[in-house]
Nanobody, 122 residues
Framework: QVQLVESGGGLVQAGGSLRLSCVVS????????MGWFRQAPGKERIFVAT????????NYADSVKGRFSISRDNTKNTVYLQMNSLKPEDTAVYFC???????????????WGQGTQVTVSS
């Protein structure tokens, strides 16, 4: 059974940084594209970033370009989301997900983690 477990969320002041991690178990990470999504209270889940199975290509939502960076370490079965220059509007539950191909669409992802809360205070 495939499991994704996120960690690294927390409370940070605006302008600060956090690094989220997502550990995958039950399958080899190296064959999966990975993505990060987020859901703010009362809003729909939206795309944040995605990375191809080998890390060669990445894509970001316009709202996080230049501030967030997605990366992966297939030897550790782990995907990361480095978040810098955080803003209050980045406050959300952040989810990692696995797919066959990198995508901005959540319906292309087959497996999801339980999410980790990120709160940015002003």
């Amino acid at each position: 059974q495939v499991q994704l477990v996120e960690s690294g969320g927390g409370l940070v002041q605006a302008g600060g940084s956090l690094r989220l991690s997502c550990v995958v178990s039950g399958r080899t990470l190296s064959s999966a594209a990975m993505g990060w999504f987020r859901q703010a209270p009362g809003k729909e889940r939206i795309f944040v970033a995605t990375i191809t199975y080998n890390g060669a290509l990445t894509n970001y939502a316009d709202s996080v370009k230049g501030r967030f960076s997605i990366s992966r370490d297939n030897t550790k079965n782990t995907v990361y989301l480095q978040m810098n220059s955080l803003k209050p509007e980045d406050t959300a539950v952040y989810f990692c997900a696995a797919a066959r191909v990198a995508s901005m669409k959540d319906y292309n992802y087959d497996y999801w983690g339980q999410g980790t809360q990120v709160t940015v205070s002003s």
